[in-house]
């Protein structure tokens, strides 16, 4: 399998999970304190929204990539 056809795979394959999950969801640690023996964190939750236009894209791009012919 060629690098191209690689990266067009993964490219449909990242546009397929982003049009089916909508969004990411991470926790960040922003402030710590450590005071004497206790320790203290805040965690904060993220929310990365994947916007529609750019799951298609990926596909298209993708599918592009795979459809055109490869230059020799």
Do not use: C, Q
């Not at 304190?33 to 203290?40: C, D, E, L, S, Y």
């Amino acid at each position: 399998m060629s690098g191209v056809k690689l990266v067009a795979l993964i490219l449909i394959v990242a546009g397929v999970a982003g049009l089916a999950m909508g969004s990411l969801s991470y926790t960040k640690t922003t402030h710590a304190a450590k005071v004497g023996p206790f320790n203290f964190a805040v965690d904060e939750k993220k929310t990365v929204r994947i916007p529609l236009w750019a799951g298609i894209a990926a596909i298209l791009a993708g599918a592009a990539m795979l459809a055109l012919p490869a230059r020799k």
